[in-house]
């Protein structure tokens, strides 16, 4: 499996931004699909993006023209870049590399998962 680690999250004010990093170490990144979830209390994970490894991504209509991710190869990071926060955002928030070459919102397709890292965001 590959190993992920989350970092960046934080408490930021609504309309404010923050950026999540996603490492690894000994994998490359960019030969797979990196996803990016979150987990609210009480409510199910979802799907908030996600980058192929041909560097196409996808979004969640809720995050859509807020949030991008990228990927810098020489880092071996994936970033998912959160603007115009809102306190509906507030989430635990996960990284996810799925082995296989097509790209899926549904956090089952995903083989090995980061320990999350926490956004909140007071209104």
């Known amino acids: 499996q590959v190993q992920l680690v989350e970092s960046g999250g934080g408490l930021v004010q609504a309309g404010g931004s923050l950026r999540l990093s996603c490492a690894s170490s000994?994998?490359?990144?960019?030969?797979?699909?990196i996803g990016w979830f979150r987990q609210a209390p009480g409510k199910e994970r979802e799907f908030v993006g996600n980058?192929?490894?041909?560097?196409?991504?996808t979004y969640a209509d809720s995050v859509k023209g807020r949030f991008t991710i990228s990927r810098d190869n020489a880092k071996n990071t994936v970033y998912l870049q959160m603007n115009n926060l809102k306190s509906e955002d507030t989430a635990v928030y996960y990284c996810?590399?799925?082995?296989?070459?097509?790209?899926?919102?549904?956090?089952?397709?995903?083989?090995?998962w980061g320990q999350g890292t926490q956004v909140t965001v007071s209104s």
């Open positions: 996810a590399a799925r082995a296989a070459r097509s790209a899926s919102v549904l956090s089952v397709d995903y083989d090995s």
């Open positions: 000994g994998y490359t990144l960019s030969m797979y699909t």
């Open positions: 980058i192929r490894w041909s560097g196409g991504s």
